[in-house]
T-cell receptor, first 113, second 113 residues
Framework: DAKTTQPTSMDCAEGRAANLPCNHS???????VYWYRQIHSQGPQYIIH???NNETNEMASLIITEDRKSSTLILPHATLRDTAVYYC??????????????FGQGTTLQVKP | DVKVTQSSRYLVKRTGEKVFLECVQD?????MFWYRQDPGLGLRLIYF???????EKGDIPEGYSVSREKKERFSLILESASTNQTSMYLC????????????FGDGTRLSIL
């Protein structure tokens, strides 16, 4: 699975959009980009994933650059409850893959009033 | 919404005890996973199951066993608990192929004294 690079921490004002970047310059054609978050003392929460097209759901939008070397997770109107560690993961499905998730350091997003 | 329920949020046991951690999902998912999460070590896969009565070892199966008698339930068993098994245990499930996103429970924080 390709390596990802994320900023260690970010701040965002409540009510503003939070834009969390992720670099995955070695991504290959069959690898998906996933985003999860983990609020303190809770289990990770799946947010969104995509292959090459931009994706949107009720929680967030995922913007993937045309060359697929980077992506941005957008929380359109951040609230205090969005304060969490956000993980960007790149993963392929392949025969024999256990499907295990590997979380890197992630980005600690602090939403401030 | 997907619901993955772990039987306990906090558990305290003594060394040498046999410990059972239970996980139930309500979305008819084929795949279920047990991870442990430790500071500085990230998420590590203990076991996973892609079907009833099927199980596969993850990266750190030693000292653990699992049981999946029904599709919705995946149990993790610590055969003889030791202090180095003090950790946050996370159960996850996913639908279909292994690239589908995984949905996590809230975790069980297990302390072995």
């Amino acid at each position: 699975d390709a390596k990802t690079t994320q900023p260690t921490s970010m701040d965002c004002a409540e009510g503003r959009a939070a834009n969390l970047p992720c670099n995955h310059s070695t991504i290959s054609g069959n690898e998906y980009v996933y985003w999860y978050r983990q609020i303190h003392s809770q289990g990770p929460q799946y947010i969104i994933h995509g292959l090459k097209n931009n994706e949107t759901n009720e929680m967030a939008s995922l913007i993937i650059t045309e060359d697929r070397k980077s992506s941005t997770l957008i929380l359109p109107h951040a609230t205090l409850r969005d304060t969490a560690v956000y993980y960007c993961i790149v993963r392929a499905y392949q025969s024999g893959n256990t499907g295990k998730l590997i979380f890197g350091q992630g980005t600690t997003l602090q939403v401030k009033p | 919404d997907v619901k993955v329920t772990q039987s306990s949020r906090y558990l305290v046991k003594r060394t040498g005890e046999k410990v059972f951690l239970e996980c139930v999902q309500d979305m008819d998912h084929e795949n279920m996973f047990w991870y442990r999460q430790d500071p500085g070590l990230g998420l590590r896969l203990i076991y996973f199951s892609y079907d009833v009565k099927m199980k596969e070892k993850g990266d750190i199966p030693e000292g653990y066993s699992v049981s999946r008698e029904k599709k919705e339930r995946f149990s993790l068993i610590l055969e003889s608990a030791s202090t180095n098994q003090t950790s946050m245990y996370l159960c996850a499930s996913s639908f279909g192929t292994l690239y589908q996103p995984q949905h996590f429970g809230d975790g069980t924080r297990l302390s072995i004294l």
